[in-house]
């Protein structure tokens, strides 16, 4: 079988969408496409880990920009190096951070949320997936931009995070996998870290509207590990890129929050060169400790 490997634990948004790129990606190659999640350290260990697998095309990575962009800034031996270690595919989406808050929250406008902070410093907390990752990253320039201080609260993984929150043990995430939740009424939207509103979420105003202008995402990609052979390169290339303009795999991304990406390996590789270079900014922002 040929494993996509996932470097965070079942239930985030990562993991959803390589579970419906490895069912598609299954189903056109005839063979079985496992998801393997191996978590910690924000991505961090299941990025290692795979650097060290055989680049014959069996072993893939859900790529983010968390591990393959932020993580060079935020770790002095962090174990792989994002350009050399790794043959980019393809792009697959990007899906803008959304602030979202317990359906039992008091708050129900960003305005709210920022006057609380500041009337109560450091006593709200906002949870994340692990150190680097795209919610704490967020989060971070979110205290920048709002001039307020709330506590990060990191987890392993977007799921547990999202549990915790859900059961009101933080106060505030800004997530890429919370429409589920939101649909469900156990999360309430408060804005969208883009620069125009989600067609997922048409009544939730984005940052700019709400008086605290930021934009903030996460990506994601399929990588394998260094000189990959250009054949199996193109062929999975050309496998994805066909699921994604699938209207079936477009409507589940777009229904969550997600812009479609794609293209060819070397449009990811470029992307992903300019990506590293410019978190080096946002990580430098966010004053978190390099590890």
């Known amino acids: 079988p040929i494993r996509l490997i996932v470097p965070f634990p079942p239930g985030g948004g990562n993991d959803v969408i390589a579970r419906l790129i490895a069912q598609k990606l299954g189903d056109r190659f005839g063979q079985q496409v496992v998801v393997d999640n191996k978590a910690g350290a924000g991505g961090v260990i299941g990025t290692q880990l795979f650097v060290k697998e055989k680049a014959d095309g069996y072993s893939l990575?859900?790529?983010?920009?968390?591990?393959?962009?932020?993580?060079?800034?935020?770790?002095?031996?962090?174990?792989?190096?994002?350009?050399?270690?790794?043959?980019?595919?393809?792009?697959?989406?990007?899906?803008?951070?959304?602030?979202?808050?317990?359906?039992?929250?008091?708050?129900?406008?960003?305005?709210?949320?920022?006057?609380?902070?500041?009337?109560?410093?450091?006593?709200?907390?906002?949870?994340?997936?692990?150190?680097?990752?795209?919610?704490?990253?967020?989060?971070a320039q979110f205290k920048t931009t709002a001039g307020i201080d709330i506590n990060h609260v990191p987890y392993k993984g977007s799921g547990p995070a999202a549990q915790d929150l859900i059961a009101g043990h933080i106060d505030m995430m800004i997530d890429t996998g919370s429409l589920g939740s939101i649909r469900g009424g156990l999360l309430k939207p408060i804005a969208v870290a883009a620069n125009k509103r989600l067609t997922a979420l048409p009544?939730?105003?984005?940052?700019?509207?709400?008086?605290?202008?930021?934009?903030?995402?996460?990506?994601?990609?399929?990588?394998?590990?260094?000189?990959?052979?250009?054949?199996?390169?193109?062929?999975?290339?050309?496998?994805?890129?066909?699921?994604?303009?699938?209207?079936?795999?477009?409507?589940?991304?777009?229904?969550?929050?997600?812009?479609?990406?794609?293209?060819?390996?070397?449009?990811?590789a470029k992307f992903t060169a300019a990506e590293v270079k410019r978190y080096e900014a946002i990580v430098k922002n966010s004053g978190a400790p390099k590890e």
């Open 203 to 268: 009544n939730v105003p984005t940052f700019a509207e709400a008086g605290t202008p930021m934009q903030a995402s996460a990506w994601y990609g399929i990588v394998l590990p260094a000189n990959a052979p250009a054949d199996v390169v193109e062929k999975l290339n050309a496998a994805v890129n066909k699921i994604l303009k699938s209207s079936e795999i477009k409507q589940k991304l777009t229904d969550m929050g997600a812009e479609v990406m794609g293209g060819t390996s070397a449009e990811f």
């Open 61 to 139: 990575l859900l790529a983010t920009s968390s591990t393959n962009a932020a993580a060079p800034h935020l770790y002095a031996k962090l174990g792989f190096d994002p350009i050399k270690d790794f043959t980019p595919v393809v792009s697959l989406c990007e899906i803008p951070n959304v602030m979202v808050v317990p359906a039992k929250s008091p708050w129900n406008s960003l305005k709210e949320i920022v006057s609380a902070a500041k009337q109560s410093p450091d006593k709200f907390t906002y949870g994340s997936a692990g150190i680097g990752g795209s919610q704490h990253l967020a989060g």
